[in-house]
Each structure stands twice: as C-alpha cells, then as structure tokens.
C-alpha cells in the first residue's frame, strides 16, 4: 500500500513482487504520478499484481482529507484481505516461501504507513510491515513545526503496531531514535537486478566524460546547489573533456542554468542506462534520501559516486573506495576536481561501486530479506537476528 504511485516507492513494490511471485500481490495506490502516466506504471509490474486505486490518499496533512481517505482504506482492506482465517503455515513445498492463503499489509510512505496502521489495528490486522522509504520529518521543503507535527504521528503510528522496516540501514537507525515503539526496527535494503556488462572490451572502451544526475527537478534533489557546483566547476570540466547532464525534468528545473548543464527531459530505462554507462561521476545534492534508486541504478553503471552526506546516501558511499560523502559547496567542487583530475583513479571508484552493488544491493537479496520478515510477522519464522537479507536487528 502507498500513497505516491510513482518514484523509488514504486521501484520497491516492483523488486518485491517479481521476487515474491509465490504470492499474490495487491497494490492499494493513490493518484500522485511524476513522470510515466499511471498505466505506464502498472504495466512495468509483474501482470499478475492486481491494482486498487485510493482515490482520496493525499501527502499534505489534511483532517477532512485523511478522514475520507481512513474510511476509504478500510473499505478497501476488508474486501482485499483472504477471507480464510487462522492459517498460519508455510506454503507446501517447504522451501521458506510464503502461503498464498494469509496476508501481510505492507505500507509504503508515511501517510500510507500512519492510515495503514490505524486501518490494520481497527480491522485486527496484525501481519504488518512499514517502510517509510525516508519518512516525511526529514523534508526541508517544511517548516519546523509541520516537521514536528510530521515526527509527532510517526510516534503515534507506532503506537498502533507493525514491524517498522527501513529500507536501508540509515533509515532503521532514525526510527530506532524515535522512541521505544521502534526500538527492534530492522532493514532490508533496496535492491536492483545488477545487469549485464554490455561493455566492448577495456581496450576499445570510450573514455566516459558525463558528470550526470537521474531524477526529478525537485526541491527534494537541491537543483539549485546542483546548478551551482557545475556552475563552479565548468570551466575545468569542459578543458578536461566532461559535461554536466541532468537526465531528467521537473518543476524546479528553472534552477538548472543550461549554458552549463544539458536537461535531456525525461528518458527511457535503457535510454537512462546508456547515459550512465558514459558517465563517470554520479552527482547526488539530495536534501534527504531514504535508499535512492538512483543512486544504485548509477552503481549498477559503474559510475564513481559524490554524493550530499545525507541518510541514505551514507550506505551507499564507502568514502575514498567507490566515491565521496560531501556537506558543502565547497567540498564538493574540491572532490569533483580531484575526480576529473584523475580519470583512472576515478574509473576504479567505479568499479568498486559495481562490486559493492552486487554483494549488497541487488534484487535477489532484497527479495529474500522481505520473504523472511513476511514469514516472521505471520509468526513462520523467528524474530531477529543476522544479516541474510540485509535484515539486521
């Protein structure tokens, strides 16, 4: 269940239903699309998901709004969930999958995770994961006392029960800091299908000369600080063979001043592919983050990564092996002139950010590590413990 059907959000719910494919998925959405019309994003799933639109789910906090849409949910939820009750055994095979024939409610977002709660707990629904996907007191784009209030119902949500699941390390240790109600939050980190080295041979490789970012011209990804390190950094960038592409669109694009960066608009997953092939610095000046999508699908390039020192990005960057953490405008130009300065070194940054994807951030194990907390929530499994998956306690 989520409110926005677009972003990484969406991404997630398609990792976990083409691993998962023992089960059968309903996806509960509301209407905010950024990018692809909303047929465009169910036709990327799996074709068995089956899809239910909440019309009234909304990200602003509104009383009447979120009334509507709380009432709208549990309708929903009583008509979507199994109507056999008490079974609570593995699926036949043995083999750890999870049985067709119970429910986990799964919540994606902080709206959809505060309303899924309260809906789960009046219906008896006791099977229920959360997954913030960076929780909404994180933003900047608020004052501080929405962020305040946004903190406030994250407690309150807990209160209602579920297992609190980070998408990524960082995200699991926020929650923990909110208080007791989050004190065994764990994580599964996103994950993507690492793809095939479709390289030519090293010796016939093109140099890669692309500073480049993937996403949407939001306040959220800072296209104005963005704007101002390729601003600072042109003229050494373009005597050296590089150029600044944001591959994308959005409505803060006007920040993005094109005499120095190239805005391609949006473009195609393999069209998204090929650009980050030719890239060899992945740019990142995100004001809060919960696991990007972005940012993996740039390993998954081999792209060296400078990345704004924000949760989230901090799991991604192994500062100094595949790329660097930054805090300021200044830091980051010096590490965007010592990246280009030294191509080579840069290529190897590269590298190690593929390998680190591969053993840490691919599909397979994000799909194992949900299957074992599906299977702990419905009290299949026992709670905590390791690192299979990704999950931790």
């Keep these: 269940m989520l409110e926005p059907f677009a972003s990484g959000i969406t991404a997630a719910l398609i990792s976990i239903s083409s691993e998962l494919s023992e089960c059968r998925h309903t996806v509960i959405h509301g209407s905010r699309t950024w990018v692809d019309s909303m047929e465009k994003v169910k036709a990327r799933f799996p074709k068995e998901v089956e899809f239910i639109e909440w019309k009234n789910a909304a990200r602003e906090i509104s009383l009447a709004g979120d009334w509507k849409a709380l009432g709208e949910l549990i309708s929903i939820l009583k008509a979507a969930m199994p109507k056999k009750k008490g079974?609570?055994?593995?699926?036949?095979?043995?083999?750890?999958?999870?049985?067709?024939?119970?429910?986990?409610?799964?919540?994606?977002?902080?709206?959809?995770?505060?309303?899924?709660?309260?809906?789960?707990?009046?219906?008896?629904?006791?099977?229920?994961?959360?997954?913030?996907?960076c929780g909404a007191f994180l933003r900047t784009d608020v004052g501080g006392l929405t962020r305040g209030l946004y903190m406030f119902f994250e407690r309150?949500?807990?209160?209602?029960?579920?297992?609190?699941?980070?998408?990524?390390?960082?995200?699991?240790?926020?929650?923990?800091?909110?208080?007791?109600?989050?004190?065994?939050?764990?994580?599964?980190?996103?994950?993507?299908?690492?793809?095939?080295?479709?390289?030519?041979?090293?010796?016939?490789?093109?140099?890669?000369?692309?500073?480049?970012?993937?996403?949407?011209?939001?306040?959220?990804?800072?296209?104005?600080?963005?704007n101002a390190i390729a601003a600072a950094c042109a003229a050494e960038a373009k005597a050296r063979g590089f150029e600044f592409y944001w591959i994308g669109d959005g409505p803060e694009k006007d920040r993005i001043d094109r005499t120095a960066v190239r805005l391609t608009g949006w473009k195609s997953p393999?069209?998204?592919a090929d650009l980050l092939e030719k890239t060899a610095v992945y740019l990142s000046c995100s004001?809060?983050?919960?696991?990007?999508?972005?940012?993996?699908e740039a390993m998954n390039g081999s792209c060296a990564l400078l990345l704004r020192d924000v949760s989230g990005n901090r799991d991604l960057v192994v500062p100094g092996e595949n790329g660097w953490l930054f805090s300021s405008l200044e830091e980051a130009c010096r590490r965007l002139r010592e990246m280009l300065a030294?191509?080579?070194?840069?290529?190897?940054?590269?590298?190690?950010?593929?390998?680190?994807?591969?053993?840490?951030?691919?599909?397979?194990?994000?799909?194992?590590?949900?299957?074992?907390?599906?299977?702990?929530v419905l009290g299949l499994e026992a709670s905590g413990g390791g690192s299979a998956g990704g999950v931790l306690p």
């Design 87 to 133: 079974r609570r055994s593995p699926a036949g095979k043995g083999d750890g999958t999870v049985s067709p024939d119970v429910a986990v409610v799964h919540l994606h977002s902080s709206k959809a995770g505060f309303l899924g709660r309260v809906a789960a707990r009046l219906l008896g629904v006791k099977a229920v994961v959360y997954t913030p996907h």
């Design 156 to 226: 309150l949500g807990g209160l209602f029960g579920g297992r609190l699941v980070g998408c990524g390390p960082s995200e699991a240790e926020l929650y923990r800091r909110l208080g007791f109600m989050y004190k065994n939050a764990v994580y599964v980190s996103n994950g993507v299908v690492p793809r095939l080295d479709r390289d030519p041979p090293p010796h016939q490789r093109p140099p890669r000369r692309l500073i480049s970012f993937a996403g949407i011209a939001s306040f959220q990804k800072d296209p104005a600080l963005w």
């Design 270 to 272: 393999e069209e998204v």
């Design 287 to 296: 004001a809060w983050e919960g696991l990007p999508y972005g940012v993996l």
């Design 342 to 376: 030294e191509p080579d070194k840069t290529a190897e940054l590269g590298k190690k950010s593929r390998s680190i994807l591969e053993k840490d951030f691919s599909q397979k194990a994000m799909g194992e590590g949900y299957r074992r907390v599906y299977r702990e």
